[in-house]
């Protein structure tokens, strides 16, 4: 299935649970469901195992703040994305492990 087509779209709002693989994956919430985002935000665990300060860009993970859950990846991971989505998006989150 392609993920920027219109069966995409409707996968997305039909489905119990949306699991987003990369912090990356954020550029694909507006550019695809653009403005069906905010229907499907409620179902989307994403699980984030990046660590270096280019993936955190805030255009992709402006809707991390706003997602079920966040996974990541290890202690470490987790407090430099507590730090990023403070300092950046002025949001403090808590992240399963």
């Known amino acids: 299935m392609d993920a920027r087509g219109e069966k995409a779209v409707d996968t997305a709002r039909n489905a119990d649970l949306v699991i987003l693989n990369t912090a990356v994956a954020g550029k694909w919430l507006d550019a695809v469901l653009k403005e069906k985002v905010l229907e499907v ?40 994305w507590k730090n990023r989505t403070r300092e950046r998006l002025g949001y403090v989150y808590d992240f399963l492990f």
């Not at 699980?47 to 470490?76: C, N, Q």
């Open 41 to 80: 935000l409620p179902k989307v665990l994403w699980w984030i195992h990046e660590m270096r300060g280019h993936y955190f860009k805030v255009e992709y993970v402006k809707h991390l703040p706003f997602v079920a859950g966040a996974m990541i990846d290890s202690h470490t991971t987790a407090e430099y």
